[in-house]
């Protein structure tokens, strides 16, 4: 019996020894001390023996067992640590490696003209005023001296929503509401971006979609040079100091007298071009002086005070300022497009 034991603990200290990983320890833990185990097995045959060598035998017995089970704990823990480094070594990162860079956006080319021009007026004290792009009768047309059955209406084609609203054709209506607003006090100073629907069919100039830049001063003796000084700085700060403007005569029936205004071609700098198709101008604008039934028609005495206005369409000044060549460049969201605009 004891001779049997010995072997025992013999070969199951040479099983531990050899074992790999947890699981297989667990397997040579049941084998030999669970229920069913080898070391349980020979302890089972212990009534057969005599009663003095009985506790002899035990003694051994539970030794051998003690002696195994600390065998066991090491190997455990030995394994236990190699275990846990080849996850270590497996599950590291390598914080040597450079990042992915997050990509970087860019204003839209409109959105970088229009707070363009609001910084150019904001810099001759002008305000920022809006208006909705839903807009009655009323604002679009009536008060700016287009009455119902004026022909001048056809100057510009309307996506209407009922017979008294529509989706606004400019942004002049937002200067009716600024004067409303205002309540015949002075001085009225502001510029209106926003942008303005017309039934057109889209092609490389026009668009059913685009941007204005609308201005409105009124105060006792506003002339027709405050309207041009204005302009003209305008210009310069936005095209460069060598730019010139000149006025043509135009009509608008919310302006009298009208005028068209342009700038000397940025191209060839006055000299002709394809650009300026051989004018050596662009035309940027529309304005003129308020026309007094619109200054009456709003709370301000048109005897007392004056006013000048002009509109400006955005897309027409970002496309002549990039030298873009197709308006619909800016709503096609073409990210090669559109991006290149981040570094200018
Ligand atoms: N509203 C005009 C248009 O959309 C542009 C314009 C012309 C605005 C003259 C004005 C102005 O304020 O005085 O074509």
Redesign the pocket.
């Known amino acids: 019996m004891r001779e049997k034991l010995l072997i025992l603990e013999e070969e199951a200290i040479k099983r531990i020894e050899n074992t790999k990983d947890l699981k297989e320890l667990q397997e040579v833990r049941v084998h030999y001390l669970g229920k069913k185990g080898s070391l349980t097995e020979v302890l089972r045959g212990m009534g057969r023996l005599s009663p003095e060598e009985r506790p002899v035998i035990g003694q051994l017995a539970n030794q051998i067992r003690d002696r195994l089970e600390e065998k066991l704990a090491l190997k455990e823990k030995e394994l236990e640590e190699k275990e846990l480094n080849q996850r270590l070594a497996l599950e590291s990162i390598d914080i040597s490696l450079p990042g992915r860079r997050p990509p970087r956006g860019a204003l839209h080319p409109l959105t970088r003209i229009i707070q363009e021009i609001e910084e150019i007026f904001v810099g001759m004290g002008f305000t920022i005023a809006e208006g909705p792009e839903v807009e009655l009768d009323y604002y679009n047309f009536e008060a ?1 001296n287009l009455p119902k059955d004026h022909p001048a209406r056809d ?2 084609d309307s996506f209407y929503i009922t017979e008294e609203m529509l989706l606004r ?4 209506p937002v ?1 009716v509401r600024t004067m409303q607003a205002m309540e015949g006090r002075v001085p009225v100073k502001v510029i209106c971006p926003g942008v ?1 629907y017309r039934r057109d069919t889209d092609d490389a100039t026009h668009s059913h979609m685009f941007t ?1 830049v ?3 001063v009124v105060d006792e003796g506003i002339r027709m040079s405050d309207l041009k000084g204005i302009l003209l700085n305008f210009a310069r700060r936005m095209f460069g100091e060598e730019t010139s403007i000149r006025l043509r005569p ?1 009509f ?1 029936p ?2 009298e007298p ?1 005028a068209e205004v342009d700038v000397t071609c940025s191209s060839c700098h006055g000299t002709g071009c394809r650009v300026c198709k051989q004018t050596g101008w662009l035309e940027i ?4 002086m ?1 026309h007094p039934n619109v200054l009456e028609m709003s709370g301000y005495d048109p005897t007392r005070y004056t006013g ?6 955005v897309e027409r000044i970002a496309m002549l300022k990039y030298g873009v060549d197709d308006i619909r460049h800016f709503y096609t969201n073409d990210l090669r497009f559109i991006g290149q605009f981040a570094r200018l």
């Open positions: 700016l100057m510009q054709t400019h942004t002049s200067q303005v204005q609308e201005g409105l135009s608008f919310f302006t009208s604008l529309g304005s003129g308020v000048f206005a002009f509109g400006m369409g």
